[in-house]
């Protein structure tokens, strides 16, 4: 079996790299952590060159539909983050039990 590192091997690599990339921005997110959103913006970039260069038009609508997420994601954490209260769920409160008392 011979190494060749013809375009496909590139375009493979930089696949996996680009992939790579998109997996860690998700696992900060998934941490809280807004440098993964960051990532995945600035990600897109990339994302974008790889699509035009090898002529998957395919990927296109993927990579963009991630960029608004990335995006809309990086504003609303920004903003949570930035806001002196944080936002909270309203607390779940339990109805009361109405009914005739019972002989114990």
Same mark, same amino acid.
């Given at each position: 079996?011979?190494? =060749? %590192?013809?375009?496909? %091997? #590139?375009?493979?690599? *930089?696949?996996? +790299? @680009? =992939?790579?990339?998109?997996?860690?921005? $998700?696992? @900060?997110?998934?941490?809280?952590?807004? +440098?993964?959103?960051?990532?995945?913006?600035?990600?897109?970039? /990339?994302?974008? *060159? %790889?699509?035009? #260069?090898?002529?998957?038009?395919?990927?296109?609508? +993927? *990579?963009?539909?991630?960029? %608004?997420? $990335?995006?809309?994601?990086?504003?609303?954490?920004?903003? &949570? =983050?930035? =806001?002196? &209260?944080?936002?909270?769920? /309203? /607390? *779940?409160?339990?109805?009361?039990? #109405?009914?005739?008392?019972?002989?114990?």
């Amino acid at each position: 079996m011979e190494l =060749s %590192f013809d375009g496909d %091997f #590139v375009r493979q690599a *930089v696949a996996i +790299l @680009l =992939s790579a990339n998109q997996l860690i921005a $998700y696992w @900060l997110a998934g941490n809280k952590n807004n +440098l993964g959103w960051l990532l995945g913006v600035l990600g897109g970039v /990339p994302w974008a *060159v %790889f699509i035009i #260069v090898w002529d998957v038009w395919g990927l296109a609508p +993927l *990579v963009i539909g991630l960029q %608004f997420i $990335y995006i809309r994601n990086l504003m609303r954490w920004w903003r &949570e =983050s930035r =806001s002196a &209260e944080p936002v909270l769920d /309203p /607390p *779940v409160v339990a109805p009361a039990k #109405v009914g005739a008392p019972s002989a114990t």
